[in-house]
């Protein structure tokens, strides 16, 4: 059970617009600690596409945008491509726990 | 570039223990701090903690708190990860990544991984 709630899946056609949630608490996101984003395909290692709540990593392309409100934060796509077929995680730090917490991951597919 | 080089594939007995290492290159490896993350079969990546590589702190999850040591060598720019009482629930990649203590900037380097399997 993680901290941080992400659906499990999203699916949408390609050229479409995509929103992955990514729900918190009064102890994380909430607080006003910066929410990250990460792509991981498959067998590779994570990588950055979203840092500071909206900020985009040198490369990563202006397709990916992200937002935070409340105790909620989102990853948009637009767009779609079938490359963006994969897991997307986001991160955060929790003060209660004194830790860095991930969602549970979302599987998009491009339909 | 930034790299971050992980060493080789681990077999493990129950009750055993690892050290992966993290050798850095492209960057001032004091300047950021270094987090360790695995993420066993299936499932989503789990924290387990960070060193700062200027102060040598530590900031491990709490669930693995009295098993793993985080480490860290300046002279040669690699970070170490210990975890000791392996058992088969340990079995996961475990990456290293750079950055973690500040909260504003994400993890924006990852190692290739360190796949760590825990069987009798």
């Known amino acids: 059970q993680s901290v941080l709630t992400q659906p499990p899946s999203v699916s949408g056609a390609p050229g479409q617009r995509v929103t992955i949630s990514c729900t918190g608490t009064n102890s994380n996101i909430g607080a006003g600690y910066h929410v990250h984003w990460y792509q991981q395909l498959p067998g590779t290692a994570p990588k950055l596409l979203i840092y500071?709540?909206?900020n985009r990593p040198s490369g990563v392309p202006d397709r990916f945008s992200g937002s935070k409100s409340g105790t909620s934060a989102s990853l948009a796509i637009t767009g779609l491509q079938a490359e963006d077929e994969t897991d997307y995680y986001c991160?955060?730090?929790?003060?209660?726990?004194?830790?860095?917490?991930f969602g549970g991951g979302t599987k998009l597919t491009v339909l | 570039q930034v790299r971050l080089v992980q060493s080789g594939t681990e077999v493990k007995k129950p009750g055993a223990s690892v050290k992966v290492s993290c050798k850095a290159s492209g960057y001032t490896f004091t300047n950021f701090d270094i987090s360790w993350v695995r993420q066993a079969p299936g499932q989503g990546l789990e924290w387990m903690g960070w060193i700062s590589t200027s102060y040598g702190k530590t900031n491990y999850a709490q669930k693995l708190q009295g098993r793993v040591t985080m480490t860290t060598d300046t002279s040669t720019s690699t970070a170490y990860m210990e975890l000791r009482s392996l058992h088969s629930d340990d079995t996961a990649v475990y990456y290293c990544a750079k950055g973690g203590g500040s909260t504003s900037s994400g993890l924006d380097f990852w190692g290739q991984g360190t796949t760590v399997t825990v069987s009798s």
């Open positions: 500071g709540n909206t």
């Open positions: 991160q955060s730090y929790d003060s209660s726990l004194g830790a860095v917490i």
